[in-house]
């Protein structure tokens, strides 16, 4: 399974990247996050594995999330025109996902985030679930950018929510 959701975050491309680069900021806006710890590296480096567990409901999921891919390396100052890309490798029991988040500058004071995930799944109750269920990921992923959207530009935190 893959799809792409975008969203347009009115603030410059180098403010929206220090914000989803701080590990200390995630549980303002990653909704259901109950833990993100490195098993080694540093958090947003190429390689660093970490555990990571959510919660949706009463479900917990946990995984290891794997940084494949951080373009620049450098993000403290990013020229303009520069693609920024973070990528990821998440595998828990029966799952597999790639993310590939691409930010990109529409204007001096706009930012357009892209993510494209992938999903594959090792046994056929899952492969069924994900025939069924397919849309309510993308609705997550577009709630989660939603989230970090608010986060960003209201300094709205999702743990402050009542729903």
Do not use: C
């Given at each position: ?12 491309l ?69 693609v ?80």
């Amino acid at each position: 399974m893959k799809y792409t959701v975008t969203i347009e975050i009115a603030l410059p491309l180098q403010k929206v990247v220090q914000l989803l680069a701080d590990l200390t900021l995630v549980p303002k806006w990653l909704r259901g996050l109950v833990l993100h710890e490195p098993l080694n590296g540093m958090h947003g480096e190429v390689g660093t594995r970490s555990r990571v567990v959510l919660r949706t409901g009463q479900q917990e999921l946990e995984a290891v999330e794997t940084i494949t891919r951080r373009e620049p390396a450098n993000l403290q100052e990013i020229p303009s025109g520069t693609v920024v890309r973070f990528e990821r490798e998440i595998v828990a029991q029966g799952m597999w996902s790639a993310g590939r988040e691409r930010l990109t500058e529409a204007g001096p004071e706009t930012t357009v985030w892209a993510s494209e995930n992938e999903y594959r799944f090792s046994s056929l109750p899952m492969r069924l679930m994900a025939l069924f269920m397919g849309a309510s990921f993308r609705k997550q992923s577009l709630l989660h950018m939603r989230d970090f959207k608010a986060f960003a530009e209201q300094g709205t935190d999702v743990r402050d929510a009542t729903d």
